[in-house]
């Protein structure tokens, strides 16, 4: 897989140096909403379990678009401040509580895009490529779980892989979905007695935290 990035971005420097004249640079903003969830099976210990479940947070920042007119072809980069994060339902015996724990990042996605013009007023495009994130906030999240502490430890960095389409408006305004992939994990769970304690009562591993987006963009 790293692999297929190193190829990817490779390709990508190659276009933007080989771009012919016709080539355009365009600067926008862009931003967002994530539905993120953690994607690991649910661990069960004696009548304890965590289930993750849907969480919503929002992305936002610069992007910049390199088009290609000639051959439908184009390169997008953006600088995203990213918040997501998991929602828990923790089940203890009888007790069932829930809790979120928050991720604040900086992510950088780089894709490679192919746009069908439907006329001068719009166009419909597809985008694939690698994000690269990297973690700004705390680190260790803590949340009060049915009387527990349910941690996540994000991970430093991320790596995953955006796939997505969209529809171009007017020139100048865009909407689209995007599933963002990690290709590494991005955080490891567990549930401990106090948040100081040492004592794991249920051990989630790492897993990787899954999200669709939906965003609108507005290029200059």
């Known amino acids: ?20 004249a016709e ?12 539905l993120s969830k953690g994607d690991f099976n649910t661990v069960s210990k004696a009548s304890q379990s965590l289930e993750a479940k849907n969480y919503t ?21 953006s600088l995203l401040f990213n918040q997501s ?14 809790g ?55 991970k430093n960095q991320e790596v995953a892989i955006n796939l997505g389409g969209g529809l ?6 865009e909407v689209g979905l995007n599933y963002r992939m990690p290709l590494t994990n991005s955080a490891k769970d567990n549930i401990n007695g106090t948040s100081t304690g040492t004592s794991t009562l249920l051990d989630a591993g790492s897993y990787k935290n899954k999200t669709w987006q939906i965003s609108a963009a507005y290029i200059f």
């Not at 166009?123 to 999240?141: E, L, T, V």
Request: charged share 15%; net charge positive; glycine share 12%.
């Open 85 to 98: 994060g998991t929602k828990y339902t923790y089940t203890n015996g009888t007790v069932t509580r829930d």
């Open 100 to 154: 979120t724990n928050t991720q604040n990042a900086l992510e950088i996605p780089i894709n490679l895009r192919y746009t069908i013009g439907l006329g001068s007023v719009a166009g419909i495009y597809f985008a694939a490529g690698p994000s690269f994130k990297f973690d700004i906030g705390d680190k260790d999240g803590f949340s009060e779980v049915a009387d527990k502490v349910v941690t996540s430890k994000w």
């Open 168 to 173: 171009r408006l007017l020139k100048h305004l």
């Open 1 to 20: 897989m790293k692999k297929i990035i190193r190829t990817f971005i490779l390709l990508v420097t190659c276009m933007i140096f080989a771009a012919p």
């Open 57 to 77: 947070g929002f992305f936002i920042g610069p992007t910049a678009q390199l088009n290609i007119p000639i051959i439908n072809l184009g390169v997008e980069g």
């Open 23 to 34: 080539a355009q640079l365009k600067f926008g903003i862009k931003g967002g909403i994530n």
